[in-house]
C-alpha cells in the first residue's frame, strides 16, 4: 500500500516542481526581453536568470518565439491559467454594467491595471519587430486579438442603445487608445498615477462614445 502512495506523491512533486520551473522561466523571460530586448535575448540567459538549465527551457517551452507567446499570454491575464480575458470575471463584470458611461470608466480602470502589466512588454516586442520575424508575427498577433476584443466591446455597447458613434468607430477608438502607448506616455513619461490615468481615460472615452 505504501509503494503507490510514494508513487502518487512523486509524480505530484514532479508536477510541481515543473510548473514552478515554468513559472521561474516565464518571470526572467519576461524580464529579459523588456530590459535587453527581444533580439538580445537568448534561451541560455534566460535559462541562467532561472536558476535552470538550457535544456530545461527548450523542454518546456521549445523554442524563444513560443517562450514570448506564452510570456505575452501570462503577462496579459496576470497569471497562467488558460482563461481566455474576455471570459474573465473582471471582464464580465465589465460588459454586465448597464449604464455606458460607467461602463467606460471601469473598462479604464481594467484596462490601466492591464497596462501596468503589459505596456513595457509591449513596447519590447514592437521595438524588436522592425528586424526580428517573429517578434514582427507576435506584434501582429497582439494587435489583430485586441481588435477583436475591441470590436466585442463596441458590440456590447452599442447593444445598450446608449453609443454616440458608430460601432466600428467606437472599435477603432477602443483600439488605438489601449496598445499601451498612451499609458507609457502620460504615466512613466509624466508621472501620472495610475488612478489618474484611468479615471482621464473613462472621461475620454465616455466623453467621446457615450451619447
Request: aromatic share 6%.
Amino acid at each position: 500500500m505504501s509503494g503507490p502512495v510514494k508513487r502518487q506523491y512523486d509524480s505530484s512533486r514532479r508536477r510541481e516542481q515543473a510548473r514552478e520551473n515554468r513559472r521561474r522561466i516565464l518571470e526572467a523571460a519576461h524580464d529579459l526581453f523588456v530590459t535587453r530586448g527581444y533580439g538580445r535575448t537568448t534561451i541560455a540567459d534566460v535559462a541562467e536568470r532561472a536558476g535552470v538549465a538550457p535544456e530545461t527551457v527548450y523542454a518546456a517551452f521549445k523554442n524563444k518565439p513560443t517562450l514570448l507567446h506564452r510570456a505575452w499570454d501570462v503577462t496579459v491575464g496576470g497569471d497562467d491559467e488558460d482563461v481566455p480575458l474576455l471570459e474573465r470575471p473582471e471582464l464580465r463584470a465589465v460588459l454586465a454594467e448597464p449604464d455606458l458611461r460607467a461602463r467606460f470608466a471601469a473598462l479604464a480602470v481594467f484596462n490601466t491595471a492591464a497596462m501596468r502589466r503589459t505596456a513595457r512588454l509591449h513596447l519590447a516586442v514592437r521595438g524588436a519587430a522592425a528586424s526580428d520575424a517573429a517578434a514582427a508575427a507576435m506584434l501582429a498577433e497582439i494587435d489583430r486579438q485586441r481588435l477583436e476584443g475591441m470590436a466585442e466591446h463596441a458590440r456590447a455597447a452599442a447593444a445598450t442603445g446608449q453609443l454616440a458613434v458608430a460601432e466600428d468607430e467606437c472599435r477603432d477608438v477602443l483600439w488605438s487608445t489601449t496598445d499601451g502607448s498612451l499609458w507609457h506616455q502620460l504615466v512613466e513619461g509624466r508621472g501620472w498615477t495610475d488612478e489618474r490615468y484611468a479615471a482621464w481615460l473613462g472621461r475620454l472615452w465616455a466623453a467621446t462614445l457615450a451619447g
